[in-house]
């Protein structure tokens, strides 16, 4: 069976979320709903919008609001409800140049710029991550740690030519499921691991996982992103389509006309005024489908916010050894 990057990262994810509310784990997480949401944590997120906006005005970076922000500002001229991240589109030739963009501004002091080829993370994307602002600090518990970042996804060209096109696209897929599953190993996250003792889906979830790790593992972490970054590029800018390959539908899946992301049409999002396609109706049909314009059923609009705390490993030590006094 093959999977997809993207249907076996979220089957990851349900299910931890699912036993992350169990008695013996909830203490280490940090669950929140539609109250913190919408009144602590959108709103620290546009402030980092519009300071990103600045720099990138500043430093003449062609940037593009895209997803569920994108989808937001279309829908709602604002936030999805239950939304609770940024997601930006850059060119490929602009994809490393934030970090610097960052120092030109003069607001080093407030963000940083965290680059895939040198992150300990496993990460696709790049990450505006601010300095000062976490879910920690929102809450007043710092325990909780997870500074606040927006996503960032380079937009590459695509070969007109079917078939090289097709050979990209599935050496892409394979190497973004490989390296993907590198999250899941134990020394990545550790907690995942203790979980899986609790739960036989997903211990079998993380079996499929290190099992596609291996080739990243051979590789290693910086070579297998370089490796993919390689394969996602195309050198020629006169191509008719482009794609954002390190998107939730990978390569393929999220190929559209040139024509998409060619010029920037100005969208209201929170009463503030950002840069989005200009073919964004292409991009949110292809994203979401022809009815993008209708919000989903109620029973799927519910916030499923929750973050692995900072100091768990503490926590799940200390109760732990509680239980054994007893």
């Not at 076996?8 to 913190?36: A, C, P, Q, R, W």
């Not at 850059?90 to 120092?103: L, P, Q, R, S």
């Not at 325990?143 to 079917?162: A, F, R, T």
Request: aromatic fraction near 10%; charge should be positive.
């Amino acid at each position: 069976m093959i999977y997809e990057s993207g249907e076996i990262m979220h089957k990851t994810s349900e299910i931890e979320s699912e036993i992350s509310k169990k008695s013996k784990y909830k203490n280490l997480y940090f669950h929140y709903g539609g109250d913190i949401l919408h009144k602590k944590i959108q709103p620290a997120y546009l402030k980092m919008l519009l300071d990103f906006d600045k720099i990138c005005k500043e430093n003449n970076i062609f940037y593009l609001i895209t997803a569920g922000t994108l989808l937001g500002a279309v829908r709602e001229h604002g936030w999805i409800p239950w939304d609770d991240d940024i997601d930006i589109l850059v060119w490929h030739n602009d994809f490393k140049k934030i970090g610097i963009a960052i120092e030109k501004s003069g607001m080093s002091d407030k963000y940083q710029y965290i680059h895939p080829e040198n992150s300990s993370i496993v990460t696709v994307d790049g990450k505006f991550m601010s300095k000062n602002v976490s879910l920690g600090s929102l809450m007043g518990d710092m325990g909780i740690g997870h500074p606040l970042y927006m996503d960032i996804l380079p937009i590459e060209n695509v070969p007109d030519n079917k078939v090289f096109r097709e050979i990209k696209s599935l050496f892409s897929r394979v190497l973004m499921l490989s390296y993907n599953s590198l999250r899941c190993l134990k020394e990545n996250d550790e907690l995942l691991d203790i979980m899986s003792r609790d739960s036989i889906e997903l211990r079998n979830n993380l079996r499929i996982r290190r099992f596609a790790a291996i080739p990243a593992r051979l590789l290693g972490q910086k070579r297998t992103f370089k490796l993919l970054q390689f394969v996602n590029s195309y050198p020629s800018k006169n191509t008719k389509a482009v794609s954002v390959p390190l998107g939730v539908k990978m390569y393929k899946g999220e190929i559209v006309s040139r024509s998409v992301f060619a010029q920037s049409t100005s969208l209201s999002f929170e009463g503030h005024l950002f840069p989005g396609p200009i073919g964004y109706k292409e991009y949110l049909s292809n994203r979401y489908g022809n009815d993008y314009m209708t919000p989903p059923p109620k029973n799927e609009q519910g916030i499923k916010c929750f973050q692995k705390r900072a100091d768990w490993k503490k926590i799940y030590l200390d109760d732990r050894r509680k239980r054994c006094e007893k």
